[in-house]
């Protein structure tokens, strides 16, 4: 019973969470939810656009009379933080209030923090229960993981073409080939990454705002980074050190042809999702992807794993998930 309600409570925070995904960056979007002894939701907190104030921070500043937090539950979407940054740490505020327990779904990547607010609250006498849907918790912040573990940001690779895999016709007329609802869901991808990065010749071309233009996510409008040809002379791995030494934590790569191959050929794509209609343009048309390079069957890798499909106005969105080895 206790599982199932510990269960219950961090998946409500994971939602609360999702609302800010793509705007809390340097910082993890994190979801707080505090139970009173009887088992009642008195308060809930996000972190914040800009990521502070902390989820914790605004879910305690809600409650007025702070008495009312003794021997109540803390439910989180990552483990509070333990060290003083730009504000307090999150364990303390945990602690003054007296928290019965604590029931976090993932540690903290962070070396600062991995471990160290687990332990902070235990050593206070609190109890603490780790990795309550956890998965679920790291796929919400896996940009915030990778950042943490690889040094660079989760990228994902957006392609848009038609049934044959074409982005346009010999023309380069690409508009549009896939339905409104289908560039809608371009739009919601673009709110929930840090940064959109394009080539050079698609921007020179299409001449694309790359902005949200969803009603209400208009916020969310991630940093641009194009890739012009003197950026191609330097390696793409520097590139996203860079980008992630400067806060971006997801990348979605929205470029052309010679973009979407660079970024494939040095296996940088951590998710590819496709986007295809069903028109059918023909072999003069414009390809997604150019050349590979490979001679043989037996060198090209099966490099992802489709995790999920969907049907939008006859337009077919296909997820794929890099496997790793």
């Not at 939701?41 to 809600?62: L, V, W, Y």
Request: charged share 25%; aromatic share 6%; proline share 3%.
């Amino acid at each position: 019973m206790t599982k199932r309600l510990d269960e219950r409570f961090i998946s409500y925070a994971l939602k609360l969470a999702q609302k800010n995904l793509g705007g809390t960056a340097p910082n993890p979007v994190v979801g707080c939810v505090i139970v009173s002894d009887d088992g009642v939701i008195i308060s809930s907190g996000i972190t914040e656009i800009g990521g502070r104030p902390h989820a914790e921070k605004i879910a305690i500043d809600k409650i007025s009379d702070k008495k009312i937090l003794a021997g109540a539950t803390l439910y989180v979407t990552l483990e509070p933080c333990s060290h003083l940054g730009q504000t307090p740490p999150c364990v303390d505020e945990i602690i003054q209030n007296k928290f019965r327990k604590v029931v976090i779904a993932t540690q903290d990547p962070d070396s600062r923090v991995n471990g160290n607010g687990v332990a902070k609250l235990r050593e206070a006498g609190i109890d603490v229960v780790l990795g309550v849907l956890e998965k679920e918790a790291q796929e919400i912040n896996r940009g915030f993981f990778t950042a943490k573990k690889l040094g660079r940001p989760f990228v994902t690779l957006k392609l848009a073409t038609s049934l044959d895999g074409k982005i346009a016709t010999k023309n380069f007329d690409s508009k549009w080939i896939t339905c409104e609802r289908a560039r809608d869901f371009s739009h919601f991808l673009r709110a929930k990454n840090d940064a959109i990065l394009v080539g050079a010749n698609t921007a020179r071309k299409d001449n694309p705002s790359l902005d949200c233009r969803l009603s209400g996510l208009e916020k969310f409008s991630p940093r641009i980074v194009i890739l012009s040809h003197e950026n191609f002379n330097e390696e793409l791995e520097n590139i996203l050190k860079k980008l992630c030494s400067e806060g971006v934590n997801s990348l979605l790569v929205e470029g052309g042809q010679n973009v979407a191959t660079q970024f494939l050929q040095k296996n940088l794509v951590d998710e590819l999702i496709w986007i295809r209609s069903n028109k059918i343009i023909g072999s003069d048309g414009i390809s997604a992807i150019g050349k590979m390079n490979f001679d043989k069957i037996s060198e090209v890798m099966n490099s992802f794993k489709r995790q999920e499909i969907r049907e939008i106005d006859g337009d077919t969105i296909e997820i794929f998930r890099r496997q790793i080895n």
